[in-house]
C-alpha cells in the first residue's frame, strides 16, 4: 500500500506503450510507435465481435471490481458499434460515483499507476489509472481513478478484491465511470484485448456471455 503523502508522477501514454513493448528490448534510438488511445482502434468493431468469445461465467478468472452488495451499470460494453470509443476494443464502462472504491479484479502485479491529473481534466490521456499485470500474464487497465486516490505503487503484489482507488472523472468521460479492460501481453494494443466476463456478476448477460450495454449488475460474493 502507498502513503498518498508521496505522489508518483502520472507516466504518459506514450512514454508507458514504450516500455511496456520494450520490455523484451528495443534498439536504442529507436522507440517503437506508440499506440494513440486517442485515435481511430486498429480493430473494426466487426473484428472484435468475431473475436468475442468468453469464458462461462462460473469459470471466469474475474471479479467485478466493486464491493460485493453494490449495483453497477454497463454505461459502454464491449465491440461498441462504429464511432463509440470502445469500436474494437474488450472494454467495459461501468457507472460509479465520484469517490466509489475501485477493487482489483484479479490477483496480479502492479506495472504502474498514475494519479496526479485533477478531476474534470477534459484532455484525452489524462485518465489516472493502474495497471496490473494478472497472474495469468494479461494486463489489466483500470482508468479515470479521482486524483492522488490511488493506494498501490507498481511493483505491489494486489489480490482480487484489494482496494485499489477511488472513482472520478479525469480524463474525458462524460460522467463518472471505472474503464476497464485487459490485453493479452505487455503491448498496449486494441487489437489484443480478452474477453472478459466476471463471475459474480448477477444480471443479465448477453448471448455471448458478456456482459450488456445499459445493463445493471449486483456484485455477489467474489468466491
Known sequence: MRSTA???????????????????????????????????????????????????????????????GITTKVTQAYCSPTGLSHEGRFAYDFECEPGDVILAAQDGVVFTIGETWPDNDPVSGHENRVLIRQDDGTMAFYAHFQQWSVT???????????????????????????????????????????????????????????????ETYLVGPCE
Not at 499506440?35 to 466487426?46: F, L, Y
Not at 482507488?165 to 489484443?192: I, K, M, N, R
Open 6 to 68: 508521496h505522489p508518483v508522477p502520472l507516466v504518459t501514454i506514450a512514454a508507458l506503450a514504450v516500455a511496456l513493448v520494450c520490455q523484451a528490448g528495443c534498439a536504442i534510438g529507436s522507440p517503437p510507435t506508440a499506440p494513440d488511445p486517442a485515435a481511430d482502434p486498429v480493430a473494426s468493431a466487426e473484428s472484435c465481435l468475431a473475436r468475442a468469445v468468453f469464458a462461462e461465467p462460473e469459470d471466469s478468472a474475474y471479479c467485478l471490481p466493486f464491493p460485493e
Open 152 to 214: 498501490v505503487d507498481a511493483g505491489d503484489t494486489v489480490s482480487a478484491g484489494q482496494l485499489l482507488g477511488l472513482c472520478g472523472t479525469s480524463g474525458t468521460p462524460s460522467h463518472a465511470h471505472l474503464h476497464f479492460e485487459v490485453f493479452e501481453g505487455a503491448a498496449y494494443q486494441w487489437d489484443e484485448g480478452v474477453p472478459v466476463n466476471f463471475r459474480n456478476a448477477q444480471g443479465r448477460l448477453d448471448f455471448r456471455g458478456g456482459l450488456g450495454v445499459d
